[in-house]
């Protein structure tokens, strides 16, 4: 049996790595964690290897771009009429589950927007500013935003009612593990 969960394993890592590739200088995955790379946007990821990831999860959305989103199951891309938001996914959200995505804003600063708006990353990210009811198109988030090697971005996280402490972690430890190319 103890075979057979490592073939079954390392099957999942196979099929994550192969959707996709891990670029050349990046830092290797974590055990059982899998760097996803979306190469268009210069943007890389890592994830638990049973979480899904999906470049361009809103593809009817104009501006501003989502590259990618991240959820602990196999979430549908797609939103509703509004478009702004992966919410055929956040329909979907398990009771113990999360999903993140994150959003790129144009430079130089968005309309609307400040330079205050957008601080450095941080060193490491938190889950602090969680907004309830509806912000951009979402029910109860948290939101970052945060600049980058030049670039404007803000991830918006979504727990599911029952999501524990550890998936929480497990959330912040994704954020901590993006990597950004400087905008051209």
Known sequence: MKGLAALLLLGAV????????????D????????????RQNGL???????WSFKLDPVPNLVYP???????????????????CAPSRALKQLPASGV???????????PQGFHRRDF??????????HRYFGAYECVGDSYLIRFKDSGRFFQFQIAFGPKARAFIRKTAERVLDSLRVKRAR
């Open 14 to 25: 196979a099929g994550s790595v192969s959707a996709q590739t891990v670029a050349a200088g």
């Open 27 to 38: 830092p290797k995955p974590s055990p059982r964690w899998v760097r996803h790379v979306d």
């Open 44 to 50: 890389s990821i890592q994830t638990p290897a049973r």
């Open 65 to 83: 771009v989502i590259p990618f989103a991240v959820g602990s199951w196999d979430f549908p891309s797609g939103s509703d009429s509004n478009g």
């Open 99 to 109: 999903l993140l995505w994150l959003t790129e804003y144009p430079r130089p600063y």
């Open 119 to 128: 601080p450095a990353r941080p060193k490491r990210f938190k889950l602090i």
